[in-house]
C-alpha cells in the first residue's frame, strides 16, 4: 500500500518588536524549509538531575525512536516552565558538545544537522553532526516542548 501523506512546508518566523528611544527597532525573518515529510511534536516533564535523550541522530535511520541526522531540517525546543531554566545539551559526531541554557518560556533553534562546540577561544571552522539531543533542569516537574522535522 502506498503512502497518503504528502510533503509539507515548513515556515518558520521569528519576529521582534522592540520600541526603543522612540523608533522600531524589531524585525521578523522567516525560513521556509520545502519537502518536510516527517515530524515529531512532543512534550516532556523533566526529572531533575536527570539527562533526559529526547532526540539520537544517525547516517541512516534504524528504528522509531532515531531521526535521520542527513535529512534534518529543524530543531525547536522550548521550555514551557515559569521559573525554572533548561540546560540543553548535545553531542556531535566528533568530539564536541555544547551545552546552552534555555531561560523560561525561551526557545532555542536548530536549522539543519550541523553543530559544534568548543572548549576555546579558536572557533571551528566547520560543522560536525549531530548524534544527540539532551535536556536536564534542576527541579522536578518541568515540562519542555520539542519540534523535530526532516525531510
Given at each position: 500500500?502506498?503512502?497518503?501523506?504528502?510533503?509539507?512546508?515548513?515556515?518558520?518566523?521569528?519576529?521582534?518588536?522592540?520600541?526603543?528611544?522612540?523608533?522600531?527597532?524589531?524585525?521578523?525573518?522567516?525560513?521556509?524549509?520545502?519537502?518536510?515529510?516527517?515530524?515529531?511534536?512532543?512534550?516532556?516533564?523533566?526529572?531533575?538531575?536527570?539527562?533526559?535523550?529526547?532526540?539520537?541522530?544517525?547516517?541512516?535511520?534504524?528504528?522509531?525512536?532515531?531521526?535521520?541526522?542527513?535529512?534534518?531540517?529543524?530543531?525547536?525546543?522550548?521550555?514551557?516552565?515559569?521559573?525554572?531554566?533548561?540546560?540543553?545539551?548535545?553531542?556531535?559526531?566528533?568530539?564536541?558538545?555544547?551545552?546552552?541554557?534555555?531561560?523560561?518560556?525561551?526557545?532555542?533553534?536548530?536549522?539543519?544537522?550541523?553543530?559544534?562546540?568548543?572548549?576555546?577561544?579558536?572557533?571551528?571552522e566547520s560543522t560536525l553532526s549531530l548524534e544527540n539531543i539532551y535536556l536536564r533542569t534542576s527541579?522536578?516537574?518541568?515540562?519542555?516542548?520539542?519540534?523535530?522535522?526532516?525531510?
Amino acid at each position: 500500500m502506498a503512502s497518503t501523506i504528502t510533503d509539507g512546508t515548513l515556515i518558520v518566523k521569528i519576529s521582534e518588536s522592540l520600541l526603543f528611544n522612540g523608533e522600531e527597532q524589531g524585525a521578523t525573518t522567516t525560513a521556509v524549509l520545502t519537502g518536510i515529510d516527517e515530524v515529531a511534536k512532543r512534550i516532556v516533564r523533566l526529572t531533575a538531575d536527570t539527562n533526559h535523550n529526547i532526540a539520537k541522530f544517525a547516517g541512516t535511520k534504524t528504528s522509531e525512536s532515531e531521526y535521520d541526522v542527513g535529512n534534518l531540517q529543524y530543531v525547536r525546543i522550548t521550555n514551557l516552565d515559569d521559573t525554572a531554566i533548561v540546560i540543553v545539551s548535545y553531542n556531535t559526531t566528533g568530539p564536541a558538545t555544547a551545552t546552552l541554557p534555555i531561560k523560561p518560556g525561551g526557545s532555542l533553534l536548530l536549522f539543519g544537522k550541523g553543530a559544534n562546540g568548543i572548549a576555546s577561544d579558536t572557533i571551528p571552522e566547520s560543522t560536525l553532526s549531530l548524534e544527540n539531543i539532551y535536556l536536564r533542569t534542576s527541579r522536578t516537574g518541568v515540562d519542555v516542548e520539542f519540534l523535530i522535522a526532516t525531510q
